[in-house]
T-cell receptor, first 115, second 110 residues
C-alpha cells in the first residue's frame, strides 16, 4: 500500500469555525489532490498541487484553501465551515501525469460533519 | 470537461453470478481507472487501463478506446465483492487529477 495518511479521520465542527485537514505521504510523489465525496455525485476535485508551493483550483474550490510547504504534506483548510461542506474528503497522490501508467493512490478519507 | 457515466447505478446479484459494470466517457483519455470502495472504507485501485484488457484473479477489465467505453467483469461473484465500484478517467495531459463516475453499488447475496 502506498504511504498516504489523512488526519483526522473523523471530525465534527460547528458552523463558522476554521478546519484544517492534513494529507501526509511518504512516496515523494509530485502530485497531490483533495477530493470530496457526496451522495449522488462522483468524487469532485477541490484543489490540487503539482509541487511545493504550486497549487491550483479544482471544480469545487469555493470556501476552501490549500497549502503545500513540503513535498509530503498537503493541507486543506475550510476558512469558515458551513453545513454544505459536510462530506467525506479524500486525498490522492500520483507520481506523474505524463506517463500513461501513472497510478493514483488514495487516503482512507476524512469524514467531516459541520453542525 | 470529461463526462463519465456508469451503469448500472445499483446491482444486486446472487453469489456465483457473472457481473458486468459499464463505464463510458465523452473525451479522449490517457488512462482509465477502476476503483473499489467498501462501506465506510478507503478507495483502492483495481486496474489502470490505456488499452486492451487486464485480469487479476476473478476481475477482468476491458477498454475500447474508439468507442470510449470500458467494462469491469467479476466472475464467480462472492459476498465479499460487495462494494461500490468507481470508474475514473485521466484526460490527455491532465494534471488536474481524475474525473469520476458516480459509482456502481454492488451487493452479492449468499
Amino acid at each position: 500500500d502506498a504511504g498516504i495518511t489523512q488526519s483526522p479521520r473523523h471530525k465534527v465542527t460547528e458552523t463558522g469555525t476554521p478546519v484544517t485537514l492534513r494529507c501526509h505521504q511518504t512516496e515523494n510523489h509530485r502530485y497531490m489532490y483533495w477530493y470530496r465525496q457526496d451522495p449522488g455525485h462522483g468524487l469532485r476535485l477541490i484543489h490540487y498541487s503539482y509541487g511545493v508551493k504550486d497549487t491550483d483550483k479544482g471544480e469545487v474550490s469555493d470556501g476552501y484553501s490549500v497549502s503545500r510547504s513540503k513535498t509530503e504534506d498537503f493541507l486543506l483548510t475550510l476558512e469558515s465551515a458551513t453545513s454544505s461542506q459536510t462530506s467525506v474528503y479524500f486525498c490522492a497522490i500520483s507520481e506523474s501525469t505524463l506517463r500513461r501508467d501513472t497510478e493514483a493512490f488514495f487516503g482512507q478519507g476524512t469524514r467531516l460533519t459541520v453542525v | 470537461k470529461n463526462e463519465v457515466e456508469q451503469s448500472p447505478q445499483n446491482l444486486t446479484a446472487q453469489e456465483g453470478e457473472f457481473i458486468t459494470i459499464n463505464c463510458s466517457y465523452s473525451v479522449g483519455i490517457s488512462a482509465l481507472h477502476w476503483l473499489q470502495q467498501h462501506p465506510g472504507g478507503g478507495i483502492v485501485s483495481l486496474f489502470m487501463l490505456s488499452s486492451g484488457k487486464k485480469k487479476h484473479g476473478r476481475l477482468i477489465a476491458t477498454i475500447n478506446i474508439q468507442e470510449k467505453h470500458s467494462s469491469l467483469h467479476i466472475t464467480a461473484s462472492h459476498p465479499r465483492d460487495s462494494a461500490v465500484y468507481i470508474c475514473a478517467v485521466r484526460s490527455e495531459g491532465g494534471a488536474d487529477g481524475l474525473t469520476f463516475g458516480k459509482g456502481t453499488h454492488l451487493i452479492i447475496q449468499p
